[in-house]
């Protein structure tokens, strides 16, 4: 049995925007006002983010052409630089980064929850996180076309609440007095000064690009993946920064650089209060509750794939080793719907089980910032191998090949020295638990030896 392709274009876009629209972009205004100096500055930094998010798209839209799998990003390593790398990522996303990553935006939506409804306890916040993994758990248990349509009506709901939100900005709210201020391009002296005024903008606005990656694992359902999945990985990444700069301009329309330095967490609020009236509050609050809600709903629907891509790469290599069991069971497909049962099921019982011995899981996926964009370089700069050996004539390209997958390698390169400078006991910690796979590695291909020579 294997996982059926039933995902047409509108969904995998709607999967792609989903993950990438979270509650990043009602925050980051504000704290990005600590940086820019100028109004036009803070359109380069969004602007720019959002090329380099389209160089790695990209890349990746032409990987998962080459390779149309579940797990895209594994089956890449896996190709291009050998099994350990593939086993390595997986790993880490099956141990703590998957699990944590839905677990940390299960608890925000938990926390927004009781703002909506009125339920302000702790043990309430964590049931709404629970409930909600439940949700989508059972959702995508009915296959992907459930899972499909449920991410296209929330990012619809999310994209038109956005835009609402522009509109009121732009043509209702009053604007603020406008203020005279040139800003230069640097902060400080010379060269050092420039790229560290950058980088701080930089580092404050990518991440709320972050999500994309995690579309590639439903690539082995996608119909037709060598149009629609580049066209969607594209389109997608282009929409979600125009739908940014929008957003940017009609805050800075209303709240000006220095009052958003002033409360830089009121400025979505400020907006929404101005455009629409003092209960404008309880809405904002509902769309920003949505966008979190479809967030988690990708993350169900998407990191499942990835532990059924390289748990069924491991059910023959782990036989006659204790790890047999686990992998049979994570690779599990449900009967006529084709669905990864087995683990969608687990990657929601350990994100719950995440909920309620951690209450938040926040510090530890800081661990993982190093080896996960490691292995995002990694996985990128595997096009350099995989583009020659499996490339069709027929097979999508991305245009500006070798330089657009090396502007994303060069960009994620220095975050990662960056990250080892500024928080070098974090990463230590997440490259050591990271490395811990090792052995289990080791297991499974002694395991898997042992087996050929009976």
Request: include cysteine; charge should be neutral.
């Amino acid at each position: 049995m294997m996982l059926q392709r039933k995902l047409g274009l509108a969904a995998v876009l709607a999967v792609v925007m989903g993950d990438m629209i979270g509650s990043g972009i009602f925050f980051t205004p504000g704290e990005l006002a600590a940086v820019a100096t100028a109004e036009w500055q803070v359109y380069l930094f969004w602007t720019l983010c959002g090329f380099i998010t389209l160089c790695g798209a990209l890349t990746l839209a032409e990987l998962s052409a080459l390779i149309p799998r579940a797990g895209v990003s594994y089956h890449a390593l896996t190709e291009a630089y050998g099994p350990f790398a593939g086993f390595m990522q997986a790993w880490m996303m099956v141990l703590v980064s998957g699990p944590g990553a839905i677990a940390g935006i299960a608890i925000l939506f938990g926390e927004l929850a009781n703002q909506v409804l009125g339920t302000g306890s702790a043990g309430m916040q964590l049931a709404w996180a629970a409930a909600a993994i439940i949700f989508f758990a059972l959702i995508n248990l009915r296959g992907a076309e459930w899972g499909g349509r449920t991410q296209i009506f929330l990012t619809s709901v999310k994209v038109t609440g956005l835009i609402a939100l522009v509109i009121g900005g732009v043509l209702v709210a009053a604007p603020a007095v406008e203020q005279e201020a040139a800003g230069t391009l640097q902060e400080g002296n010379g060269l050092l000064g420039f790229l560290r005024f950058v980088g701080l903008g930089v580092a404050i606005v990518l991440f709320t690009y972050d999500g994309w990656i995690d579309a590639s694992n439903v690539a082995g359902e996608v119909r037709n993946p060598n149009r629609n999945f580049p066209l969607a990985m594209g389109l997608g990444v282009i929409l979600i920064t125009l739908i940014y700069l929008l957003v940017n301009y009609a805050f800075l329309r209303v709240v000006p650089l220095d009052a958003m330095r002033a409360n830089p967490t009121l400025v979505a609020p400020m907006v929404a209060e101005a455009a629409f009236g003092p209960t404008a509050g309880n809405a904002l609050n509902m769309l920003m509750w949505i966008s979190i809600f479809g967030a988690l709903g990708g993350l169900i629907m998407t990191l499942p794939r990835l532990f059924y891509a390289a748990a069924s790469e491991y059910v023959e290599r782990s036989a006659g080793t204790w790890l047999a069991p686990f992998f049979r069971t994570i690779s599990h497909l449900s009967g006529s719907r084709s669905a990864p049962s087995g683990a969608i099921l687990f990657a929601a019982a350990i994100s719950i089980a995440a909920l309620f011995f951690f209450g938040s899981f926040s510090r530890i996926v800081t661990f993982f910032v190093v080896p996960f964009q490691f292995m995002n370089i990694l996985m990128v700069s595997s096009i350099f191998r995989l583009r020659p050996r499996l490339s069709r004539p027929d097979s999508y390209r991305l245009p500006g090949y070798p330089i657009v997958p090396g502007i994303f390698i060069f960009v994620m390169a220095l975050f990662l020295v960056a990250a080892l400078v500024y928080n070098p006991l974090d990463s230590l910690v997440g490259i050591a638990l990271t490395l811990a796979g090792a052995p289990v590695y080791r297991v499974l291909t002694k395991g898997r030896k042992e087996a050929i020579n009976e």
